[in-house]
């Protein structure tokens, strides 16, 4: 956020876009039965460019019809322009940093709890957690607080469908979230209140549009990227979708987000993308896509209006931003 060190994907260039045709065919190819056999007749070049995209660990995946059809950010930059405050400030410090440290470790359990206001409340490991849910791919616009716009192809499945099995009891008004925090490996600092924490209100969790997130591209998250598991709510600024989360819990009363107790006048709860709403500090009206060089104009709700205006009805969006 404000502390980065590099601003507004200066450093990316255009020729690293990705177009969305190339990769679909890509996808295909890969998804293809004798994908591991027709891999190795790829150029050397190709097989090791930094950009490749990994082998699909989700096959088959179902197209979400959310989708945005506009062009793809790289899969170099998604992965290596990133905001994890964990494991740093500037925005290669995470994918640097986690290069040299196995995170999250496969051989130890990633455990998620779901807590307080429902019925079904338990501890999970993380494959029993996803397993009763349908992985789909969804193309979102992904639009952070400093201007950067993304478009990513996230795998994951509706958060809705994880609330309904939790059934949350009717003094269940928002959900929290909670990453996994570890002094050991990341950032002892107090750059932010650790561990970092978001919230939703109980209807926009339950929008159809806000996704748990296991992949992108196609294949795992990277450590950088919230693996193994982190939220996606494309009609917000970046920084509501948490990463790497532990716990996620039901409560009556609006919970206070890290980014709300560092700096409660910049930050509000709902963090809707609003061109009309500045930044205390800078304005919120144009956005650069990386690899592009013109800025364009931000819609409303980063585009999703139809699909979540109704949440805000009657709201005013200049005190609740
Ligand atoms: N989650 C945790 N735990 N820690 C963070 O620092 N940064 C947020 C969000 N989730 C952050 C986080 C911010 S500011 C943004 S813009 C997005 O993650 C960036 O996601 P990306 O790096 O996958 O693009």
Not at 144 to 162: Q, R, T, Y
Not at 207 to 228: D, H, I, K, M, R
Not at 232 to 241: C, D, E, I, N
Request: hydrophobic share 35%.
């Amino acid at each position: 956020m404000f502390i980065g060190k590099k601003r507004l994907g200066e450093d990316i260039a255009a020729s690293e876009i990705t177009d969305h045709p190339i990769y679909l065919d890509r996808r295909k190819f890969l998804n293809g039965t004798a994908a591991i056999a027709t891999a190795s007749l790829l150029p050397f070049s190709m097989l090791n460019a930094k950009s490749a995209v990994p082998e699909a660990s989700y096959l088959n995946l179902k197209q979400s019809p959310y989708s945005t059809d506009e062009g793809l950010t790289t899969y170099e930059s998604v992965t290596t322009y990133n905001n994890y405050y964990e494991f740093g400030t500037g925005k290669s410090d995470p994918a640097i940093r986690l290069e040299s440290i196995n995170f999250p470790d496969k051989s130890k359990p990633w455990r998620v709890s779901i807590e307080g206001e429902c019925d079904k409340p338990g501890e999970y490991d993380y494959d029993d957690l996803i397993r009763p849910f349908t992985l789909e791919e969804r193309i979102y616009r992904f639009r952070c607080v400093e201007g950067w716009s993304m478009v990513i192809p996230w795998v994951g499945f509706p958060l809705a469908d994880l609330i309904k099995r939790a059934q949350p009891n009717s003094r269940a008004k928002f959900v929290e979230f909670t990453t996994f925090y570890d002094p050991e490996i990341m950032i002892r600092r107090n750059v932010l209140d650790w561990p970092y924490t978001e919230g939703l209100r109980m209807d926009e969790a339950m929008n159809p549009l806000t996704l748990l997130a296991v992949g992108l591209y196609g294949s795992e998250l990277l450590g950088q990227n919230g693996a193994p598991i982190r939220l996606v709510t494309p009609w917000k600024y970046g920084f509501k979708s948490i990463k790497s989360i532990v716990k996620i819990r039901f409560v009556e009363s609006m919970p206070q987000s890290a980014w709300m107790k560092a700096g409660p006048k910049e930050y509000g709860f709902y963090s809707n993308v609003n061109p009309d709403v500045d930044h205390p500090r800078w304005s919120q009206s144009k956005e650069r896509r990386l690899g592009e060089f013109l800025k364009r104009k931000t819609a409303m709700f980063n585009g999703y209006e139809e699909h979540v205006a109704h949440l805000y009805t009657g709201m005013d969006l200049t005190k609740n931003f």
